[in-house]
């Protein structure tokens, strides 16, 4: 158990459909990241928040947004989902955003756009 | 810029051979270098990581891996495998004064035959 975690753990849902993706980091840590896993497209980083602000941005459609709140949890936002964003969404945190800190992911959500 | 590649999507090892699965990487400064490993239906969780302190480098579940400078290497080796080492494994790379978001590989599966 690494201590993050992420709901809900599955997600059925139509094109064109709205979801949000829950994320809690690990007790302490302040930065959280959000990735995408697909088979064609790897392990794709999305976005990164370090207490509460907007760190970092990745490959992130602009279809897709986040925030972290003041209780550190985040929270990813997909909006008129696609055929090509099922994918499993995983969340991970480190302590701080330095580049020698290991990330701890959660289990992921997998999303799934009928 | 930095990456990652990882040669063989999938390595194939029967039980109590040796385990290599290959990580080159590449980055303008000094790398921080991460084995991750992937078990079915679940998230990402750390092996072992390389920063600078020594060359060799020991992980959890006996894998070790070495960083080649010359060779821009840090391939993940263990001496014999296990059943329950069937996985994914990721190498991903980070650095200060580049991107200290790490990049990820695309992946490897290890497959451990009886």
């Known amino acids: 158990d690494s201590g993050v975690t992420q709901t809900p753990k599955h997600l059925i849902t139509a094109t064109g459909q709205r979801v949000t993706l829950r994320c809690s980091p690990r007790?302490?840590?302040?930065?959280v990241y959000w990735y995408q896993q697909s088979l064609d497209q790897g392990l794709q980083f999305l976005i990164q928040y370090y207490n509460g602000e907007e760190r970092a941005k990745g490959n992130i459609l602009e279809r897709f947004s986040a925030q972290q709140f003041p209780d550190l949890h985040s929270e990813l936002n997909l909006s008129s989902l696609e055929l090509g964003d099922s994918a499993l969404y995983f969340c991970?945190?480190?302590?701080?955003?330095?580049?020698?800190?290991?990330?701890?992911f959660g289990p992921g959500t997998r999303l799934t756009v009928l | 810029a930095q990456s990652v590649t990882q040669l063989g999507s999938h390595v194939s090892v029967s039980e109590g051979a040796l385990v290599l699965l290959r990580c080159n990487y590449s980055s303008s400064v000094p790398p921080y270098l991460f084995w991750y490993v992937q078990y079915p239906n679940q998230g990402l969780q750390l092996l072992l990581k390389y920063t600078s302190a020594a060359t060799l480098v020991k992980g959890i579940n006996g894998f070790e891996a070495e960083f080649k400078k010359s060779e821009t290497s840090f391939h993940l080796t263990k001496p014999s495998a296990h059943m329950s080492d069937a996985a994914e494994y990721f190498c991903a790379v980070s650095s200060s004064g580049g991107s200290y978001i790490p990049t990820f590989g695309r992946g490897t599966s290890l497959i451990v035959h009886p």
């Open positions: 007790s302490g840590d302040l930065s």
């Open positions: 991970a945190s480190s302590l701080l955003d330095r580049e020698f800190n290991e990330q701890f």
